[in-house]
């Protein structure tokens, strides 16, 4: 009765998550990213003049495709719907991959993932972290059930939304149990399709280049060196977990209630999270680069521990919503919101910041900064968050 009523609980609390999260992507516009705007700029531009462009260095060709249509015909809240529900179907997805059936510690997957302040709130805004889940979960799962041809599709989608998710395509592929798949020709064969479905979608920024490959490059935080991007890394991926809970978990580790063989027991979600903290220390930038690895964090967490560790992380994670704590001052060459966050300096001082869900409702007018004509009809409906049709 008591397994029963736990149950029970986490129903009604996750029903709770997906509720405040509907009602976030209904009053949250086009969110606060600087990207977003370009990404809509896609599809609007071919739309209108044929003509073709990328969002970003790279181009997320699926993605762009995918939110400038829901923006230009829907609106901001079915664009912010859709990718909150992808990124919650890319979670079911992905837990299911490492299992033979659905069990119920899936809902206490679905709540540790769903009350860290990266992982929620940044899939309610326009953007292509949960399509590229959503993708590779699918794939996972394919490949998981071997489904190869699913798979190869999957993947290759994936690939043509995030670039950067051909890494951990390879390394799922690669560590998956023999017992999926024990031919390495088929393992092989089965990344280079994905590879080249993938590869199809960026053939018109390839042929824009001149057939380079320049546009693959990214820009990089290079000023201060390895030791600077080092310093950023540290730093980011300790806000993304949380202070609080990074000290509860190292804390735990020498307590040896967290033992790395453990954590080793599932090599395909320890490479992910390895591999996901490798791409993330050759480029620190937003928080959502950490998504994969956060996503394992919380599996092994669900997976290995028991209720009372589960419950502590949860709360932990709540207790961001609501205030964060800092301990270094970074400082930054500007002060205005919308100019370029490039930090300066940094100094040891403790601080008492507001949570992340006060932080969502304060940033939800940083659009406007990236709105170069705000009394056009375009201009207004961004703003307003209204479809641009």
Known sequence: MKEKNQIKFCKIFLTLLVIIGTYLAAIGGYGSDEDTLPMIGVFITILHGGELMSSRFTGYPVAEI??????????????????????????????????????????????????????????????????????????????????????????????????????????AIVFFPLEYNKSLYKKISIILISIFIGGIFYTPIWYQNQFGLDWLTSARPLEQGFLGLLA??????????????????????????????????????????????????????ELGYLQIFLISMYYFIVRYFDKKFFLAVVLINLSGWLVNFDIIKIDHKYSNVCDAVQATGASFDFQIKKGSFKKFFDTRSLIECWVTDKNSDYGRKIISGKSLK
């Open 232 to 285: 950023r890394f540290i730093y980011k991926t300790s806000h993304a977990i949380g202070l609080i809970l990074l000290l509860f978990l190292i804390t735990n580790f020498f307590l040896r209630k967290i033992k790395f063989f453990d954590l080793y027991k599932n090599k395909v979600i320890f490479y992910l999270a390895i591999s996901n903290l490798l791409l993330f220390l050759y480029i620190p930038a």
């Open 66 to 171: 995918g939110i400038g249509f829901l923006s230009y015909f829907f609106g901001s809240f079915i664009v912010n719907m859709i990718t909150f529900l992808n990124f919650i179907v890319g979670l079911i997805f992905f837990y299911l991959s490492f299992q033979k059936k659905y069990n119920k510690e899936i809902l206490y997957f679905l709540i540790a993932c769903l009350t860290n302040s990266v992982l929620f709130f940044d899939n309610l805004e326009p953007m292509d972290y949960s399509w590229a889940l959503l993708f590779f979960s699918l794939g996972l799962f394919s490949y998981s059930r071997k489904y190869f041809e699913f798979a190869v599709i999957f993947f290759g989608i994936c690939i043509g939304t995030r670039i950067n998710f051909t890494i951990f395509i390879v390394f």
